[in-house]
Structures are given as structure tokens and as C-alpha cells.
């Protein structure tokens, strides 16, 4: 699936030198019922209306999406997903393993073409050692936040001119908290982006560090500071990246990117039946999920490239693009009025008649 949408975005045409392809990693809850669904289990719930107690009794999994820009916005075309199987959950025996340790094992599974490379921006909770290694070894990058409490150290200084001392060179410079960046933001130009949707005014500062949290990588840490309403700056935010050879604006938009993921969870459980199934095997309910991540996918190809117009609804006016829902009920009124063609055709209704009845059903619809 993942080579149509890149066919379908004109992203594989791109034969020269590398493709890099920005993933979005992340993961979400579906709530059950029923203490035999393999998988099930009490699990941290992001959603929980009660932030004190954010668990619920579901089934987790683990998705990646392909990000992409397109039509002047962010999309997410998710494309894999996995069931994570807690300590204490319901089902088979199982060997435990971290959401980490689940997806880094799965992206070593692939066979992906020499030319490919991942960029995998994920949120805080990805944004560990065990993860940014095995990227490493695989020759990826990854692109998460850095806790405010974290630690990392300034590169080392170059080597002093004279007769080399004995022992392995330095390292790590200077031992620095994040506060000492955010002072250093705090002091640098304005400049506007457009994140999420709107235009942000955001001071910047980016330096390349390590990182001994991420296992001694070299990493470039950016604090972004927004400047709020009434030129109030809002707290610092600590991004970092293992690319280093992108700039600060561009890890700024690409983990503001990664926000579409989300929007893609919400229409999958709206409008796709993403937590529908009751199968109580998780080969079952992969697979369920797995169509989901096709159908939605191919609606979102469907308007990143068609680019629909959307309909009015009595409480609204119409979008300039046709919402998820929208399109969904498009695709189903399509087939229908496709198998009604078909009928006609089987019966020897001539074509102008149902060219004629083609058209009325996509009008009444």
C-alpha cells in the first residue's frame, strides 16, 4: 500500500540519489469489552476524561503513516499498524515487549529498497534510546521532544595544538540543561512559520549537542518559543533531530506534521470502524484494522489528488475540500451507482440509457 500511495503522490518517479520518506509513529487506544480479546488489557488512554486516571480497557495499537504535502497542507496516509500486547493482557502467551521494541523490531523486518531512507517523527513518548539506536543501525533518523528536564552535553572542543595527550579524545563538552537554551531562544529574531494550519510567530535557536539519554548520539536540539496573543511568549518546547542536516524551520514543520496522525485516528474511529471488531484473535483484529488503514488511505488519496469540493450541510456552508465523511459517502454512492451499471449492462439496457441512469444516480446522491 505503501508504494501506491508514493505512486499515486508522484513520490516514486524519484529514482536518482536517496528517497527519503517522513513516517509519523505513534499509537492508539481502542476501548472494549470482554476479558478473552487477545491484547486487551488495562492501558494508558490519552482520551480519558479523567487526566489523574488516563487508563481504559482496550486493545492497543502501534500505526505508521506516510506524511506528506499536499494541496498546501499535511497529510497522513497510514499505511501499518500492530497490535501491542501488554505485560498482563488476555489471549496466547506471549513474549512482553515495549511499543519501542515492537516497532523498531517490525522496521528491521522490512526489506525496503536501498534508495529508500526513514525519517521517523514520533512524539515524546518515542523519543527514547532503545528507538533512536535501532534507527541508527538501520541507518534512519528520528525526530522527537526532548522532556523540559533533560540533559544533554555541547559538543567537544577541537583538539589543543602540541604533543596529543594520552587516552581516548573527549567525548562530551560542557554539561548543559535545557534552560541554558531556552535563554539563548529567548534572545533570538522573531520569524513567522505556518504550523498547524495557522501562521506562527515563533523565536528559533538550534546547536548541534549529545545526547548520552539517546546513547551518545549527536543530535541538533531546537527550542522553539511561541510568541502568544499580546506578545506573550509561551513556554519553551525542545525538539531534536538525528538528521543533522536539516535546519531548525524544517524540524519546527515536520514534528507540527506529525500532528496529522492524530487527525487521522479521529476519522478512523468516526467514519472507518476502526475499533468495530470483536474478533478475539489479534490476527483477526489486525487485519480489520488493516483494511481500515486502506479504505481511509484511499479517501485521503482520493482528495490529495482529485481534490473535491465539499457539500453544504444544513448547519454549515460547504468546505473547499470535501471533509473524510464526505468522501466516504461519495465512495459508497459511487459503487452503488458501479453495480447498478452492471445489472443494466447484464440485462442489455442500451449504454445511453445507462450513461442517463449514471448520472441520476450520482445527482441524487
Not at 94 to 116: D, I, N, V, Y
Not at 180 to 198: D, N
Not at 347 to 355: E, S, W, Y
Amino acid at each position: 500500500m505503501l508504494e501506491v500511495v508514493l505512486a499515486q503522490l508522484g513520490l516514486a518517479d524519484r529514482t536518482e540519489g536517496k528517497l527519503v520518506l517522513t513516517i509519523a509513529a505513534d499509537d492508539t487506544l481502542t476501548r472494549k469489552f470482554g476479558r478473552r480479546l487477545e491484547g486487551s488489557g488495562w492501558q494508558h488512554d490519552a482520551m480519558a476524561p479523567n487526566p489523574k486516571a488516563p487508563l481504559a480497557f482496550g486493545q492497543c495499537f502501534v500505526v505508521l503513516g506516510l506524511l506528506a504535502a499536499t494541496g498546501g497542507r499535511w497529510r497522513c496516509f497510514p499505511f501499518a499498524a500492530w497490535l501491542f500486547r501488554p505485560e498482563q493482557s488476555a489471549g496466547a502467551p506471549h513474549t512482553h515487549e515495549t511499543k519501542l521494541a515492537l516497532l523498531a523490531r517490525r522496521l528491521a523486518g522490512w526489506k525496503l529498497p536501498a534508495s529508500w531512507r526513514l525519517r521517523v517523527v514520533a512524539d515524546t513518548a518515542y523519543g527514547k534510546r532503545s528507538l533512536a539506536e535501532a534507527l541508527w543501525e538501520l541507518n534512519y533518523w528520528l525526530i522527537s521532544r526532548l522532556p523540559s528536564n533533560a540533559v544533554v552535553f555541547e559538543l567537544p572542543p577541537p583538539g589543543e595544538p602540541g604533543p596529543r595527550r594520552r587516552g581516548a579524545p573527549r567525548r562530551y563538552g560542557e554539561k548543559r540543561r535545557l534552560g541554558h537554551f531556552a535563554a539563548l531562544a529567548a534572545a533570538a529574531a522573531v520569524t513567522t512559520q505556518r504550523l498547524y494550519g495557522q501562521a506562527w510567530q515563533v523565536r528559533l535557536y538550534a546547536q548541534r549537542v549529545v545526547s548520552k539519554a539517546l546513547g551518545g548520539q549527536e543530535i541538533l536540539l531546537v527550542t522553539v518559543i511561541r510568541i502568544g496573543k499580546g506578545g506573550q511568549e509561551n513556554r519553551p518546547v525542545y525538539l531534536f533531530s538525528t538528521d543533522l542536516a536539516l535546519t531548525a524551520a524544517e524540524v519546527v514543520a515536520l514534528y507540527a506534521a506529525r500532528f496529522a496522525i492524530e487527525l487521522a485516528f479521529r476519522e478512523l474511529k468516526n467514519h472507518f470502524g476502526f475499533g468495530h471488531c470483536q474478533a478475539r484473535r489479534a490476527g483477526a483484529a489486525e487485519r480489520h484494522v488493516q483494511l481500515c488503514l486502506v479504505a481511509y488511505t484511499g479517501s485521503q488519496l482520493y482528495a490529495a489528488t482529485a481534490a473535491p469540493a465539499g457539500r453544504a450541510e444544513p448547519w454549515r456552508p460547504a468546505p473547499e475540500i470535501a471533509t473524510t465523511g464526505q468522501l466516504r459517502r461519495a465512495a459508497q454512492q459511487e459503487r452503488q451507482a458501479q453495480i447498478t451499471i452492471e445489472i443494466c449492462a447484464k440485462h442489455g439496457i442500451p449504454r445511453k440509457i445507462q450513461q442517463a441512469v449514471y448520472a441520476d444516480l450520482l445527482r441524487a446522491a
